[in-house]
């Protein structure tokens, strides 16, 4: 009679054991400044808004910031068609607007956006010489941010401003483009 008793106890704390850590793994707190991407065995299911939520116990919840970011691409040697590298640096403003496409479609957020962005830029800089690379800063910044929201819109996110700091032959320049 006493292992039955001593049975059925161990197995009532093992269940409640089970059920305790089934409801801390079905909670989630989302922050006011985030939205939460839910997958059920890597398959998007949906998005959640900031609050508190019970989901199931196998779901996965992906807290995504939605705040405004900075990246920072250090200055690196650009090529020109005179051949004579220029120094170009880059910062640029973004944030995330859609939750699951940033989740789904890009590993990294930041780092896709600094990829993006010395891609572009460079680019831009490979059409000019030194000499005319100052001159034409405002252009090169304004057609690197139109390439760039045209490559950041599908991963679901929004560029705000970027800055480009060109070095060349006659000086240094910072050109801005909104």
């Known amino acids: 009679m006493d292992s039955v008793v001593g049975l059925a106890v161990a197995l009532g704390v093992i ?3 089970v059920c305790t850590v089934l409801l801390a793994k079905s909670a989630h707190q989302i922050q006011p400044y985030e939205q939460g991407v839910v997958s059920l065995l890597g398959s998007y299911r ?3 808004n900031p609050g508190f939520h019970m ?3 196998f779901n996965v919840v992906i807290r995504v910031d ?3 970011r900075s990246v920072i691409l250090p200055p690196f040697p650009a090529p020109t068609v005179s051949g004579q590298p220029a120094t170009v640096g880059a910062q640029v403003d973004y944030k995330v607007v859609n939750a699951a496409r940033a989740t789904f479609l890009s590993v990294d957020v930041g780092t896709s956006v600094q990829r993006s962005v010395k891609e572009t830029v460079g680019n831009e800089v490979a059409h000019h010489t030194l ?17 760039l929201v045209q490559l950041s819109g599908p991963m679901g996110i929004e560029i705000l401003r970027l800055s480009i ?5 006659t000086g240094q320049l910072e050109f801005f483009a909104n």
């Open 15 to 17: 269940l409640v054991f």
């Open 66 to 68: 939605l705040r405004p």
């Open 46 to 48: 949906r998005t959640i």
């Open 55 to 57: 989901m199931g116990p």
């Open 131 to 147: 000499e005319t690379l100052l001159p034409n800063g405002w252009s090169i910044a304004q057609r690197s941010r139109e390439r």
């Open 165 to 169: 700091t060109i070095q060349g032959v």
